[in-house]
Structure formats: C-alpha cells, structure tokens
C-alpha cells in the first residue's frame, strides 16, 4: 500500500500553514501509518498518537518500530519500550493514559496521589511539557464515545475539551476518523479551529471549511449488499455449505460473546477449523488468534474486529449495530490490491445497541435494491455510501457534561490535584463510563470493565483482589480483607461502583487492580460464565 497519498499531502500542507486539522478519509486509507511521516516533514520533536483501543497501540507501534526505528508507548501494554513520561520521539498512548497525563495524574504516580497515606501530588508538569510540545493525534476519533448513542459521552467530552486546550496553548493537533457525522465534524472543527480535509469529492456538503481530496489510491471493490431476516445461528447453519464452499476468506462478526461462541462450536461441529477472536480472550490467546487469522478460511469474532485487528476478507455475515459500526466491519473486507468484489450480509441484531441496531437494519433493507457503497463516503455504482446513513441515523449528539470541567482542569495553572484525583474516583474513568481492570484466571491475564465484573459476580469465584503500584503488590486475600470488599462491591450500586475501585486505590496507594478469578476461563474460548466444561 502507498502509504503517502494525496489527502495525507493536503493535509501536511494544512498544518503547514499552521491551522489544526480533521483529517477524514475511509477504512484502510491509512490515517495512522502516515503520522511519522507527517511529524518528519513538520520538524516536529516529538509526536503523541493518542488511540482509544490497546490494540490499536500495539499495531501502530510494530509498525513504526519496523519502518521507522524507534517507538515507544504510555500504556497499561505490558510490551518493551514504555516511556511513561511521553519522553520519546514517537510515543503511541492510549487515551486513557494521555487523559491522566493531561488531567495532572501521571499514571506512574497515581498510586502515591491517590493514597491517603501521602500527600504527593506528582510530577504532573514533566510529562504535560512533553505532550505540549507534541504533534498530538487524536486517532480514530468515532471510537470515543457513539455519535448515535443518547447518553453523553464521556469520551467524546475528552475529545472536545483537548480540542478547547489545543486551541487555547495553539498545539499542533490532528483529529482523525472515517465515520463521524455532519454536525459532530462541524462542532468539532469550530471548538479547534481546525479545517476538514475530506477524502471525497461531495461529502460534507454545506460546510465552509472543507477541502476535499479524490479518493484515489483507495481499494474499492465493487460492492454486493444483502439483508436476510434470519438469525445469525440459523442463517451459518443454514448457509453452511456456502460458507464451507466460498472463495476467499469468510468473516463473521456477533454483537456478543457467548454468541460469537455458539457461531464458533456450530462451525466447528460441522468440521471447519474458523478462528475466534474477542474482548474476553486472554493476552496470550489472543496473539495466537491473530497469528492464525491469515491462514484461516473463517473468523468468527465480536466488536473487537472493528479496529486494530488485521483482517483481509471477502464476504462479510454480520449482526445489525450502528452503520457507523457496520461500515468499520466491511471495511475489513477487501484491503489489499487484486479484490475485486465483497460481499455484506446483514442480519436482524439488537442487543447492545438497542434501537438504533434495528433501525440500521431497516434503513438497509431499504436500500437493498439500489444497493450499499462501504467504504467511500460518495455514492458510487455499488450503491448509496454508507455515509448518508451515518448522518441520518447516528447525528444524536448530546451536550457536554463534564467538557469544560475537563478543559479547566487542563488548563488552570495551580490545579487542586486532590480535587481531580477525586474526580476520578468518582467517575472511574475521564474517557469512559467503567473502569477497566485486570483480570487473571490461573496463568491467563485479560482486561475487562468493572461493570462486567459486577454483572456476573453471582456466576464467578473471585479469588483475590491484588492491588499493585511502584511494582509492589497487596493481596486482600493475605490480609483477610477479601471477603468484606467483595461483598461490598456485590452490594454497589450505579456510581457507587467506581467509588469502590476509587476507594481501593486510595486505601492502598495503588494505580491499578487485578481480580483473580477461578473455573471462568476456557483455552481458546475465553472467559464466559455461560460455557460448561468440557466444551
């Protein structure tokens, strides 16, 4: 792939001129891999690549390890090459991490500001200094928080209040993405004085500050869209031998785990050998999956295929979500030259999403005879792009909540640190509505949010919960403290559960914790209360 194409030189040349920038372009374009070479030729010392996914992080750091020669990461990654102070030339974060940088909680510290037995605030300003002088990327922007959700997003608070400060310290900033809506791209170029570079030729009609770019050099297959109102269980039962019998590789996406299992045990039954991946699979089973994925005639996956996982298929069997969703799962489809057509099927699905799941799946019954474009955001011969639909359906963007609470805390030059530490506690999270934790089952470790914990408590055995900082651990299970605090998180109740983690960390001095569970976790299945043994 031409990883320097014409929009990515429109885009140097806008923040060339020194304006901020959203750069928009479709799926496998190249957003990411073009930032090293963007920061080389804007001189810039260093470059902070902010994503929302771990997964993301890893990606982006092989890349620029292989091709460019160093990296390093600020993340919960257990990889080589950290620099927790955003010290490097190019560090790839995560966003949970560059929201405790910029909130003054310096992850490698937050145990001794949390702690009630200290009073140390941190040295907040080292790595502020170093993310300040940064070019900043704020990467797949449409992962942080859904436009079609109708609850505020606390990503998407995150989000705009970076904006605020970028454009209040003038940092040289680039917000990326493939799927926002009109009004969400409008809003978000004003609050950073940015302008939009578009990889298109008409999307984005009506607004001011656009400059569009022909998509050229884009993989666009010819596009075959079909919707069946079948289940996802009866229609691979049922299309067996079609799956069996299809040319290329076959993907197959499920809006939930225990589902994406029962699609796996089906195949499997029937004496295919398909490959499962999802949020629930340990470090360890993961990476064999994904080294797996190449070879494999099917993959059976979650959400999780979405981003930061590298697929290349050709026929696409999927769930209903959001259209916003849908198109990051075709756009695993047809990535690499010589694929000339793909093929989607949609299914009727609702759970997480609710109703915008079944409205997506309506729209797109409507327009199954003109037919669906998926990966450019004009309409082309396969169809009506993807994009129409993410504007009509996914535009309910709500207020700010906490935007400027955040943007305050940013940028007020004697911050009460005890104040925002608190507001973490209270808030599990500055990008997220749970707090994500470790998890360890026997020798296999995974992360998961407090809330799923929570959920399934009365189907799983916690061991002990570990409380670690500065490399130091406490087992509550050793000090007889475990009983109580389980029994305390069984009894929490909405925001009262992140001030429980809060609370622990405070307690103990730590910056994170790990729960240790038993009889949850199967070998290349993952960890699912629902699976019997034996399975």
């Known amino acids: 792939m031409r990883v320097f194409k014409e929009g990515h030189k429109k885009l140097l040349e806008v923040l060339s001129e020194g304006a901020n920038a959203i750069f928009i372009a479709p799926t496998s374009y ?206 691979v039962s049922k299309n067996f031998r079609e799956i069996e019998q299809f040319p290329g590789k076959v993907l197959i996406v499920a809006n939930t785990v225990p589902k994406a299992i029962s699609i796996w045990k089906t195949l499997k039954e029937k004496g295919l050998e398909p490959v499962i991946v999802h949020g629930r699979l340990s470090d360890e089973d993961k990476k064999e999956a994904l080294e797996k994925i190449e070879k494999a005639k099917v993959v059976v996956s979650t959400q999780v295929i979405e981003a930061g996982v590298d697929v290349n298929a050709d026929w696409l069997i999927t769930e209903s979500a959001p259209i916003s969703s849908l198109a990051q799962r075709a756009g695993r489809l047809c990535r690499e030259e010589g694929c000339s057509e793909a093929k989607v099927t949609v299914l009727p699905g609702e759970k997480p999403y609710g109703k915008i799941a079944i409205e997506t799946f309506q729209a797109i019954n409507e327009l199954k005879e003109k037919g669906i474009e998926w990966r450019l955001l004009d309409d082309t011969e396969s169809g009506v792009s993807f994009f129409k639909l993410v504007d009509e359906l996914e535009a309910k963007v709500k207020g700010h909540k906490v935007k400027s609470t955040y943007a305050y805390a940013m940028t007020v030059p004697l911050p009460d640190v005890k104040g925002i530490s608190e507001f973490l506690v209270d808030s599990c999270s500055f990008v997220r509505d749970s707090a994500l934790i470790g998890v360890k089952v026997e020798d296999q470790v995974l992360e998961l949010s407090l809330d799923w914990i929570k959920y399934n408590l009365k189907n799983i055995k916690v061991k002990d919960i570990v409380i670690s900082s500065f490399g130091e651990e406490t087992s509550l299970r050793e000090r007889g403290e475990l009983d109580n605090e389980v029994k305390k998180l069984e009894n929490t109740k909405g925001k009262g559960l992140c001030r429980w983690y809060g609370n622990l960390l405070k307690k103990y001095g730590g910056a994170s914790v790990t729960i240790l569970l038993e009889n949850a976790y199967f070998r290349g299945l993952g960890l699912d209360v629902d699976l019997k043994k034996g399975m």
């Open 30 to 235: 190249g957003k990411s891999k073009a930032v090293p070479i963007i920061q080389d030729e804007l001189k810039m010392p260093r470059s902070v690549h902010a994503m929302p996914l771990r997964s993301l992080v890893q990606q982006q750091l092989s890349y620029l390890k292989e091709n460019f020669g160093s990296a390093c990461h600020a993340s919960g990654l257990t990889l080589e090459g950290k620099c927790p102070y955003m010290g490097g030339k190019r560090v790839v974060a995560t966003i949970d991490y560059l929201s405790l940088v910029l909130m003054r909680l310096p992850p490698p510290e937050l145990g001794f500001i949390l702690s009630v037995k200290y009073n140390h605030y941190g040295h907040h300003e080292y790595p502020r200094a170093n993310v300040f002088t940064s070019l900043i990327v704020m990467d797949e922007a449409h992962l942080m928080g859904e436009p079609w959700s109708e609850k505020p997003s606390q990503g998407r608070d995150f989000l705009y209040a970076v904006s605020d400060v970028a454009k209040e310290f003038e940092l040289k900033t680039i917000i990326t993405t493939a799927t926002l809506p009109k009004n969400e791209v409008k809003e978000l170029s004003k609050t950073l004085s940015a302008k939009i570079v578009a990889v298109c030729e008409k999307c984005y009609e009506g607004l001011n500050n656009v400059i569009r770019v022909k998509p050229e050099g884009v993989i666009n297959p010819k596009w075959k869209t079909e919707v069946n109102e079948t289940s996802l269980e009866d229609y």
